[in-house]
């Protein structure tokens, strides 16, 4: 039997667990970072090298390799990465901003200019597995705000760049491709080399070397955030099937032994069964010693008394990915006000998030849900305010700015008023 802690909704109290990394971890990027600064393309080439046992000549990949990842893949494939496209793009084109202008009484103008960056990185994670989905769910947003220039990284590995990540990139129009992976790639993206211009932002998940040179590097770019390990919590009442709470909560788990799994459930005899699903379905994964770690290191099934407590815990969590398997699970949505992203109803889970319905797979994690979103397209837009004031909105409001001036006391900011109402005869 899996041992996975079950515990009363009264007993639980959440420990957000950012993970920030070791000292040495810390260094080692600082001295990856300060390299590609001094040293550009053969910094990146020696770290290649290095960590990646690859040696590489050209570090963009060229027109004729993206080809010929057509040909790797089935005709299928390509198409379910078409409709995948499809239906995010569908989704993100409902967050575009357009910028608008207000015309006062007075003669004043005021508003907002919303503006594309002008260039963004794109990191895509590579080792024993291969990640179209995270092109699709960094670029496209992108693309819709106007970003002009979408630069991808991604790790060359031994038998190069997987087909799948080549034709999703060309497929979502980013501009440029690097077979540069680690803090390495997120130092030539933020610093820039002879080969990469740098970049005004990075998205894109990855693991702690990732993670610390994004924090390192904000500043000088943007990033999208430190992202932490997956989680999921299934919210289950009698209703719920046992065997797809499981399957939900082991698809979390299989993604690495930090990755959380948790279950809020109002029924003891559900959390029962769940935990016998786990047991039984965890001897059928290929990655079962991992999953089966997470399960049993940070799973939790909660036992909740009643909805209102269930709501406590689920809001408490903040979870990355929550799911409602629950009777009529829209009537929740309004108590639910930390979460990620939301699944409702027993057919809605968390994977069909990750690769197909079209909202953005990259999701705040580890508690941080209480005050971020999702990635979206105002991820890669900025907003600047506009002003023009009229001459007779400076004779009826300069006065009151001058003496706002002078209580903070800035009399030169005073000033630059009063020259004008004296100038102008107002």
């Known amino acids: 039997m899996v041992q996975i802690q079950i515990i009363n909704a009264s007993e639980f109290t959440y420990e957000r667990n950012l993970e920030t990394g070791t000292a ?17 393309d053969q910094a990146v080439r020696n770290y290649t090298r290095q960590f990646d046992k690859v040696e590489i000549d050209q570090l963009r990949v060229s027109e004729q390799e993206i080809q010929a990842a057509y040909q790797q893949l089935s005709p299928e494939l390509i198409e379910i990465i078409r409709q995948a496209k499809e239906n995010i793009r569908s989704y993100h084109e409902k967050q575009l901003q357009t910028s608008w202008f207000t015309t006062q009484e007075n003669g004043n103008v005021l508003g907002q200019k919303v503006t594309p960056l002008d260039r963004v990185g794109v990191y895509v994670p590579g080792g024993t597995a291969a990640y179209p989905s995270s092109v699709l769910m960094n670029v496209l947003p992108a693309k819709i705000a106007g970003v002009k220039e979408i630069v991808m990284c991604t790790p060359p590995g031994r038998e190069g ?10 497929e979502c129009g980013v501009t440029e491709i690097y077979r540069v992976g680690g803090a390495q790639a997120v130092a030539a993206l933020a610093y820039g080399t002879e080969t990469i211009a ?44 046992a065997t797809y709470a499981a399957a939900d909560m082991l698809s979390q788990a299989e993604h690495d032994v930090l990755a959380a799994a ?32 997470s399960i049993e290191q940070q799973g939790k099934i909660i036992i909740a008394k009643d909805r209102s407590e269930m709501l406590r815990v ?36 968390e994977p069909i998030g990750d690769y197909f319905a079209g909202p953005n797979h990259v999701l705040p994690t580890s508690g941080t849900a209480r005050f971020s979103s999702p990635l979206s397209v105002d991820d890669f837009i900025k907003k600047s305010s506009v002003i023009y004031y009229s001459r007779q909105a400076l004779q009826e409001n300069g006065s009151k700015i001058v003496a706002f001036a002078n ?8 000033r630059a008023i009063a020259i004008r109402l004296e100038r102008e005869g107002l």
């Not at 990027?29 to 600064?37: H, L, P, T």
């Not at 390990?229 to 009442?237: F, Q, R």
């Not at 005899?269 to 991992?290: G, H, N, V």
């Open 314 to 349: 689920i809001n408490e969590i903040a979870p990355e990915h929550l799911e409602m398997m629950v009777e009529e699970p829209f009537s929740y949505l309004g108590e639910i006000r930390h979460a990620g992203a939301i699944f409702l109803g027993r057919y809605s889970s």
């Open 161 to 170: 760049i997987p087909a799948a990540i080549l034709v999703a990139a060309n």
């Open 407 to 414: 209580e903070e006391g800035l009399d030169a900011h005073g």
């Open 198 to 241: 740098k970049v005004d932002k990075i998205t894109g998940p990855g693991n702690i070397y990732i993670a610390i040179a994004k924090k390192l590097v904000y500043g000088i770019v943007d990033i999208d955030m430190i992202a932490g390990p997956s989680e999921v919590l299934v919210a289950c009442d009698e209703s719920a099937e």
């Open 262 to 293: 948790y279950c809020v459930t109002l029924s003891r005899q559900k959390a029962k069964e769940i935990q016998q699903e786990l047991t039984s379905q965890l001897a059928q994964l290929p990655r079962k010693d991992i999953a089966k770690e």
């Open 24 to 40: 040495e971890q810390l260094t080692t990027v600082q001295r990856i970072i300060n390299d590609i600064k001094a040293n550009g």
